[in-house]
């Protein structure tokens, strides 16, 4: 699973750093360089954008993760190019962003925009996979998750906007029922489909989401 | 029991007809158009911020039928809405004599002129059936004891040109499973399709009205082929509009409406008819006329 990203538009980019003359720019060398977001060529990119548009770029860093190797060790490594930034412009997922945000003591801005979490298909195309609902439906819909891949997150069939496998909303979007439906026929399992799914939790998961390991299962399913 | 459930029951032919709220306050229009059918018709169906787009609520204007003295069904989607928001215009809706809900999942918000409105489909429409019976006996969707239970007449819709069919079918059979009494077809033009399904409806113990919605000219009917999910007009009609003399085609509208209705009445192919005229309302008495139904 990977998160997947998409550039701000660039004038956006510099109105959130419109106070902000010298930049640090953070890539990822995971998700954000998958995606041709946010790694080396990206970044050297964004540099060269933010030069011409007269910002100063005090430094870059693409460490292998974003989310989790912006750390207290990088903000020594790069520190006096950190410090002659006003702001650390991150080209990773929020996650990233986030870190950095803790961990490298400078005011940040997000580069990019995170869309979902998802899988790549075909080279270049990322498709949503889990929403994180904390009730997996899966058992019964043929391992095709209805609350992310059907757009109204139906759990009981399909809506009358389906056409020819297409869903409503167009954009190449299929309907996800048509699939479960296919798959749960070819497994002589449509039983699961016929029956009556319930109104999901909302809750199931409280935001913001929290798991403490530490607790017993018990402990942690009542948190 | 309601005047429309009454009139399922009775075996009847019957036919109701959509009304659709305007944008904005002005109800002249909407309360013209109830005033024109209410005694025409078994019940007049009020849409749901119909295709996402923003309109006047259908329980205000449910209200309005009930106040000028027809017979409203509620369309009630599951867009706009949690369970707490659905169920407290539930009890609104029954405190005011409004007992008949058409229960939809709703057009998704993108297609509609909010588009960067959350759509909420916390229920669906089975969901929402179920929901509704849960409330008639007495209990809330959380379980809690209700003071004082209302009781309504719960309908849903069914595509019977959807492609493909099947998995339209399961959903069908559990809109039915959960409560539904009634089900108002999307729109259906080619009637040996409509027979196929109706052989199939049948076997359910369910009230069929199909839906009619009245071509108004032969790029209305391409348009929907296109870009309508799970609407067919077949060529012939599509012909017989394109036929018609200049100025002419709403007229060939309304005789293949009228045409349709009488068929599916002397056949007996289905319970009843539901009209959706879609700023045609003017034409429904005259519809009902050549279709012989009063």
Redesign the interface.
Known sequence: MKTITRQKPFEQILEDISSDTRVFIVGCGTCATLCHTGGVEEVAAMAEKLTVAGKIVTGVAVPPTGCDEVTSEMRYVFRDRLRAADIVLVMSCAFGVQTAATQLKKPVAPALDTLFMGKEGPAGHYSEICMQCGECVLAYTGGICPVTACHKGLLNGPCGGTDNGMCEVGNGRECAWTHIYNRLLSQGRLDRMRQYHPPKSHNAVLRPGILDLTHSREEAAAQ | MSRFKEALDSGKFVVTAEIGPPKGVNLEPMKHHIELLKDLVDGLNVTDNQSSVLRYPSLGGALLVKEIGGEPILQMT??DRN?LALQADLFFAYSRGITNVLCL????V??GDHKDAK?V???????LL??IQTLSDGKD?AGNPLDGTPRFCKGA???PE???L???L??F??KI??GAEFIQT?AIYDLNNFRNFMDYARKFKVKILAGIVVLVSAGMAKFMNKNV??IFVPKPLIDELAGAPKGKALETGINIAARTIRIIKEERLADGVHIMAIGKEESVPRILDLAGIY
């Open positions: 599951c867009r369970r999942t709703g057009d998704a993108v297609v759509g489909f916390d229920l669906d429409s089975v969901q179920d929901m969707l819709i069914v595509t959807a492609q493909p099947e998995p339209q399961v959903k059979e559990k499973e959960a999307q999910p799970g």
